[in-house]
């Protein structure tokens, strides 16, 4: 028998389950369809949150290290298994905060399987007691994405970010020496955590510059603020992995016409994710690219009761934006599929939670040169912070980057202490059009990072 539903979404990650809630709060029937029989997707089980369990702690006794001498004696001792226990733990405290909030809700119910699309309204669910079938009023597909692993001879000895960061994940104690593949932000963060906590770490780049796609200007800033132990090479092909007597893992590569050989104890396989794209799609006429579901800021595809949101539409690959974009879906549907709510893909802070961390958001210098925009730049340095002195973190710093003419804030990055967080602050006065003279007559708090953001636009004046 086919059930109807108002709407089903295609995974339960972050671009399904904030517009799940929105649309059973609003008293519509609401299924989520994903594999791991939980909210949160990749974000949670294999992403953004286990990673931050270990950076912190990376970064904690990085920290301790730097104040050493400074009434912080004795070195504080790293169990890498212990680490990963707290990382479980994490993961598994958000997952019953989840289940808590599934169970509390109305309208709602998540199945544990695999959604495939067989029409406009119709979609197949496989699970482990077979198939069911829905006839839906509206569809969200937030399959999101998934490790892309190169079609190299020995790719199977590599370990991937899902390995290293799911929940009871593969690596328990802490490797020797660690080869990174790839020079992307997951490749060069993991470096700077396992670097941080004593492993010996290579990162091996296919490219001359790490973090392809950012702004240079950024990344040259960033590079060395690198731990300096991190032995960074770019221009390198890996032509295969395979394995050494010793059962250690042996990276074969090409660079500049030669070949080569580098032996680790473990390699990571980090050169790029790829949109998961649920089986029936292009069947029912959506177009998909290799960046993803193709979709614009209504998040509707060609079929206007059909959404695409999160990674799977490759727009800004980020949580956040993803949960952005689902509310956004919310909205439409509720307006009955006719676009009232835009997201805007233009304004989503990003962080490269490398140590230290970079983080920008809005129009950089690379992108206005390209699009023939003229900036005004204001810069605060971390060396004159009050915090980043107590911490003995005043590395980096601020940039602001202003419209020439009416010195409104289009963009900027933070290199460094609090990147993160400040980046968030930066981003809310672009996205709202503050100009400089408005962050500059705000009361930033002091003494705190966020004080350089009023500081970087008063140095225009
Ligand atoms: P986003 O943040 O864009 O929502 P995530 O990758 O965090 O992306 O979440 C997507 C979720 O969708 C993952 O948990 C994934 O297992 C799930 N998923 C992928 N393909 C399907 C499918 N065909 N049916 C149901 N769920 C799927």
């Keep these: 028998a086919i059930q109807h539903v108002d709407l089903l979404t295609i995974g339960a990650g972050g671009g399904a389950y904030p517009a799940a809630f929105r649309l059973a709060q609003a008293g519509r029937s609401v299924i ?16 953004c949150v286990p990673s931050k369990a270990i950076r912190e702690t990376a ?39 989840h289940a808590a909030e599934l169970a509390a809700a109305r309208n709602i119910k998540l199945i544990q399987g695999t959604a495939r699309l067989l029409g406009l309204h119709e979609v197949a669910v496989n699970t482990t007691d077979g198939e069911q079938r829905f ?27 899902h390995d290293l960061y799911k929940p009871d994940s593969v690596l328990k104690t802490l490797p020797e020496r660690l080869i990174v593949i790839g020079g992307g932000y997951i490749g060069l963060e993991t470096a700077t955590f396992f670097a941080a906590l004593g492993t010996r770490v290579t990162l091996l780049q296919k490219g001359e510059q790490l973090l392809s796609g950012m702004d240079p200007g950024m990344v040259t800033l960033l590079t060395p603020l690198l731990d300096p132990a991190i032995r960074i090479r770019t221009g390198v092909d890996v032509t295969a992995v395979t394995l050494t007597p010793e059962g250690g893992r042996r990276v074969h590569y090409t660079r500049a016409e030669e070949t080569d050989t580098l032996d680790g104890d473990v390699v990571l396989m980090a050169v790029g994710r790829r949109p998961v ?7 029912i006429g959506i177009a998909v690219t290799e960046k993803g579901i193709d979709v614009g800021p209504s998040l509707q595809t060609v079929h206007p009761h059909i959404y695409a949101c999160g990674d799977v539409n490759g727009r800004v690959p980020l949580f956040h934006a993803a949960v952005r974009q689902s509310m956004v879906a919310a909205h439409n549907i509720l307006g009955g599929n006719i676009p009232l709510d835009y997201a805007d893909f233009n304004h989503v802070p990003t ?5 230290p ?11 206005a040169e390209a699009q023939g925009i003229k900036l005004q730049t204001g810069r605060y340095d ?46 809310t006065a672009a996205a709202h059009g503050l100009t400089a003279y408005d962050l500059a007559r ?6 705190m990072s966020a004080e350089g953001i009023g500081k970087a636009a008063r140095s225009l004046f």
């Design 351 to 355: 962080t490269v939670f490398t140590l």
């Design 277 to 283: 794209i649920p089986v029936g799609t292009t069947e």
């Design 135 to 161: 006839h839906c009023a509206q569809i969200i597909i937030a399959s999101g994405s998934d490790v892309f692993i190169p079609p190299i001879p020995g790719a199977e000895l590599c370990l991937t970010s």
């Design 357 to 367: 961390a970079a983080a920008y958001v809005g129009l950089t210098p690379a992108l």
């Design 59 to 97: 970064e904690i006794y990085q920290s301790q290290q730097r104040l050493a001498g400074h009434g912080l004696a004795g070195a504080i001792s790293i169990d890498f298994t212990k680490i990963t226990m707290h990382k479980d733990a994490v993961q598994a405290r958000r997952y019953e905060q």
């Design 382 to 427: 971390f060396a004159e912070d009050s915090r980043a002195q107590i911490l003995e973190r005043m590395e980096g710093g601020i940039q602001l980057f202003f419209a020439a003419d009416s010195l409104r804030l289009l963009g900027g990055w933070v290199v460094g202490i609090d990147a993160g967080q400040l980046i968030g602050q930066i981003g």
């Design 32 to 47: 989520m369809v994903d594999p791991k029989g939980a909210m949160s997707g990749n974000c949670l089980y294999e992403g």
């Design 442 to 447: 705000f009361a930033d708090q002091h003494p």
